[in-house]
């Protein structure tokens, strides 16, 4: 969900994209592809649509027209969760195939992945720094996994976590991240203490909450 200075808000159901106004809960515009299946994750920003189904293609929107502006193949599998980088250039799709994709948004093309090093299994969320230099994915594997975006390299894995890592936030310094996890009845944020190259990551706490999904801010 995105909403802008201007109170327009955004929703994805079945396969279409949906922009209302969140002042009148009026339909602005439904965004629709006859190609596409169901919309399985969604992310804007005040330019751009960026959207994942379950045909393992990330497609590009214009915000304000509605209209399709790209296709991006190359996943294997459903798409699972996508972002966007802070200066809108760039956008990370995470997919079930067990990879992340960095995207540049100007030419659909994808930089390459390490895929030998890639999840053994779905890619349940991603995160990515403010300035696109790293970003975190969490896997069904029950790993967490800091990549390079740049260069598509892994940086280093954390496992033994508690349950699986469903979601993951990077906070606004860019120095922590904290992950969502499933337990036996309940979802747990975790807050790791990992060194990143030129970024430290610090313990911070360990709480247990009955929560779906987060957001940093």
């Known amino acids: 969900m995105y909403l802008g200075n201007d ?36 992310v804007a920003n005040a330019k751009h649509i960026i959207s994942g189904s379950y045909d393992n293609i990330v497609r590009l929107w214009c915000f304000h027209k509605g209209e399709l502006l790209s296709c991006f193949e190359g996943h294997g599998d ?13 956008a990370l799709s995470g997919s079930d195939d067990g990879t992340f994709r960095v995207w540049n948004l ?12 890639g999840h053994s299994e779905e890619v349940s969320d991603i995160a990515v720094t403010r ?12 790993t967490l996994k800091v990549w390079d975006c740049h260069a598509g390299k ?14 993951v936030a ?7 991240f904290v992950t969502l996890s499933e337990d036996v009845n309940c979802l747990s944020i975790k807050v790791l203490n990992v060194p990143i190259p030129g970024r430290q990551m610090q313990f911070l706490a360990e709480k247990s909450k009955e929560l779906s999904c987060f957001q940093s801010c």
């Open 7 to 42: 109170n327009q808000g955004l929703v994805s159901s079945d396969g279409t994209l949906k922009i209302w106004d969140v002042n009148t809960y009026q339909e602005i515009r439904t965004l629709s592809d006859s190609d596409c299946d169901d919309v399985t994750c969604c």
């Open 78 to 90: 459903t798409i699972s969760s996508v972002t966007v980088i802070d200066d809108g250039s760039k």
């Open 106 to 117: 100007g030419t659909s093309v994808h930089m390459k992945q390490d895929r030998s090093r």
């Open 131 to 142: 300035d696109g230099s790293r970003c975190v994915s969490a896997s069904w594997d029950g």
């Open 154 to 167: 892994e940086c280093f894995t954390l496992t033994g976590l508690k349950g699986v890592p469903q979601n």
């Open 170 to 176: 990077i906070a606004a310094d860019d120095r922590h």
